[in-house]
């Protein structure tokens, strides 16, 4: 059974750091791009950050360059978001994703998300 388990979000101060992380089982983790999603009230999923299997490429969004750094340790099956100097716009519900594609078909897995509220 695959499964993806967000956990370390919270309430923050502007200016404040939190670390999430996104503990995965039921798949050969270490085979799978892995990114953080968030999707704010109103507003559409936005992917934030995007590793490569083997942790040696990575891509952010614009919006957190400089702030935010995505991890990954294949030997624990966890991900990891490091958010730094975080701003009230990066109040939202975030959310781990694993994809790879095998024999032309794209698997596709998502955790339940955990909540990162930043405010004074």
């Known amino acids: 059974q695959v499964q993806l388990v967000e956990s370390g979000g919270g309430l923050v101060e502007p200016g404040g750091s939190l670390r999430l992380s996104c503990a995965a089982s039921g798949f050969t983790f270490s085979s799978y791009v892995m990114s953080w999603y968030r999707q704010a009230p109103g507003k559409e999923r936005e992917m934030v950050a995007a590793i490569t299997p083997a942790g040696n490429n990575r891509h952010y969004a614009d919006s957190v360059k400089g702030r935010f750094t995505i991890s990954r340790d294949n030997a624990k099956n966890t991900v990891y978001l490091q958010m730094n100097n975080l701003k009230p716009e990066d109040t939202a519900v975030y959310y781990c994703?694993?994809?790879?594609?095998?024999?032309?078909?794209?698997?596709?897995?998502w955790g339940q998300g955990t909540q990162a509220t930043v405010s004074s």
């Open positions: 994703n694993a994809v790879r594609q095998q024999l032309g078909v794209k698997l596709d897995y």
